[in-house]
């Protein structure tokens, strides 16, 4: 089993709707949880983190974290076409970030 | 704004040949990173330092050494290249203290044949 666990994808979703990242991670010593987006061809940005339970939300995304249930999501609404990249979800624990595999979103018009 | 520049972005080179991957950042950042990126595999942790001089092994150390002599910059040393480290290489940079929020390079496509 994998430390931290995302749906490859690629998630499809119509310009103007809600997309939904989800990631599931098994160290419960994990404290802070960030999102990364990348791109094609391009490098990882920091683009949010949380670090309690609940939403936290940054303009069009918000982030959500639940520690009992082990599972971060990243919510984006009003998707538009300049979200279709790939979403890496990185848990952060002993001064490192343990990262997934990564989502790749696909945002038509 | 963060720069972390990579010495080549493209590179190709023979099985048993001695690569160095170069990256410098001009933040004065205490942290750096190296990184392969494999497709369904993620970013995996090959090596990281916290300061001048100092190294860590990250999660797949074996067939690369690093070195870091000056706080800017941080080089990837593959001994004797396999066709199996053929990959994209991230190197990343962090302020002290901050080591979730890294910056990348744009990355060094390496093809080994």
């Known amino acids: 089993q994998k430390e931290v666990e995302q749906n490859s994808g690629p998630l499809s979703v119509p310009e103007g709707a809600i997309a939904s990242l989800n990631c599931t991670y098994s160290?419960?010593?994990?404290?802070?949880f960030f999102w990364y987006r990348q791109y094609s061809g391009k490098s990882p940005e920091l683009i949010m983190f949380?670090?309690s339970n609940g939403d936290k939300e940054d303009g069009r995304f918000t982030a959500q974290l639940n520690k009992a249930s082990q599972y971060v999501s990243l919510l984006i609404r009003d998707s538009q076409p300049s979200d279709s990249a790939t979403y890496l979800c990185?848990?952060?624990?002993?001064?490192?970030?343990?990262w997934g595999a990564g989502t790749k979103l696909i945002i038509k018009p | 704004d963060v720069k972390v520049t990579q010495s080549s972005r493209y590179l190709v080179k023979r099985t048993g040949e001695k690569v160095f991957l170069e990256c410098v950042q001009d933040?004065?950042?205490?942290?750096m990173f190296w990184y392969r990126q494999d497709p369904g595999l993620g970013l995996r942790l090959i090596y990281f330092?916290?300061?001048?001089?100092?190294?860590e092994k990250g999660d797949i150390p074996e067939g690369y050494s690093v070195s870091r002599e000056k706080k800017e910059r941080f080089s990837l040393i593959l001994e004797s290249a396999s066709t199996n480290q053929t990959s994209m290489y991230l190197c990343?940079?962090?302020?002290?203290?901050?080591?979730?929020?890294?910056?990348f390079g744009p990355g060094t496509r390496l093809t080994v044949t």
């Open positions: 330092s916290y300061d001048v001089k100092m190294k």
């Open positions: 949380i670090y």
């Open positions: 160290d419960r010593g994990s404290q802070s």
């Open positions: 990343a940079s962090s302020p002290t203290g901050r080591g979730y929020e890294q910056y």
């Open positions: 933040m004065d950042h205490e942290n």
């Open positions: 990185a848990p952060h624990r002993n001064y490192q970030l343990i």
